[in-house]
């Protein structure tokens, strides 16, 4: 091993030393020489790196002028990779951590990327300037505010029905076959759809009555219209029943009954959904009456309705304010109902 370096380094001596070199021959203070130790040249040279050359001669600046290397600066300008400081701007993936720190919806704090927080209320005129009365509520998300409860009125409703969605999975098909009730056994609930309990002359009145343990929830359309029962009733085991008032009933334009639409309750023609409480009396001397009348509002979620045959309706209600007919959100609208051959419960 150690004689194999030797060899190579005989070699290298043999490269270092083999050829002319053009300035250890030139002689000193000549072009090509070793500058004078005063750091001076012959005549027409002058003294440059401690080697004379021509005093005109610009061409090794040449090599200065090579700073187009420098000017490779280009490079440096490849601070471009620099700007890849984008990475660094990554950053966007520190922010990331944001999921690490996800809010909570629920957890009694409002939190960043919440609207609000779970169980929180305010004044529904404080999100829509157009509500008169009620209260939104946060929803469950966090992500909004419910205005189920919010009314388009100052007059406070003497009661009201929750918000509600129910699927009627078999349309009557006229009213005559709604007499015949041939889909009853699956229209009975143990539990009404629209309840409340409200004050009137001095009285607690419930809807539906208190008593009544069975409740007939079923629809029919016809040519013109949908129209909507829930009527109750106090049957024995024997299924042996005998009415409870009140009902609820509620009606609407066949023409406005179409998936997604939206339909306001109320009396005038200027809402698209009537409904009704009515007192029906025992004997048939007596004219059922209405009681109350409801506002809120009505989306159609989904209907299927065939002419000559049983349909389905699936629908969301808003909450439902409950008036008396002569102090409505309209005003009295008792002649209204009377015109269309309503009584008015005295």
Known sequence: ??????????????????????????????????????????????????????????????????SGDTTDSGDTADTGDTTDSGDITDSGDDSDSGEETKAECGNGIKEAGEVCEKGETKPCSEIDNSYKSGDVECNDSCSGWLTVNCMASELEPLASFPAVTFELDYLYNGMNAYLEAENQVHELWNAALFNASITM?????????????????????????????????????????????????????????????????????ENQVNMLIEDVLATDSEQDCVMLVGYGTLTVDSVNISAGEAGNFKFTTSKIGLYLPAATPEGDMTGELETAGFTICK
């Open 201 to 269: 002359n001095g009285e607690t009145y419930s809807i539906p009555n208190p008593q009544a343990n069975t409740h007939w929830i079923a629809a029919y359309y016809d040519s013109s219209a949908l129209s909507f029962y829930q009527s109750s009733w106090l049957c024995n085991d024997q299924m042996q029943c005998q009415y409870a008032t009140p009902s609820v009933i509620f009606g609407a334009a066949l023409s406005a009954i179409k998936a997604g639409n939206e339909l306001s309750i109320g009396i005038s023609d």
């Open 1 to 66: 091993m150690k004689k194999n370096i030797m060899i190579l380094f005989a070699l290298f001596l043999m490269i270092s030393c083999g050829g002319d070199d053009p300035e250890a021959e030139a002689a000193q203070g000549t072009e090509g020489g070793q500058c004078y130790p005063n750091r001076t040249c012959n005549d027409g040279l002058k003294c440059s790196d401690n080697i004379c050359i021509k005093n005109g001669d610009v061409g090794d600046t040449g090599d200065t002028a090579d």
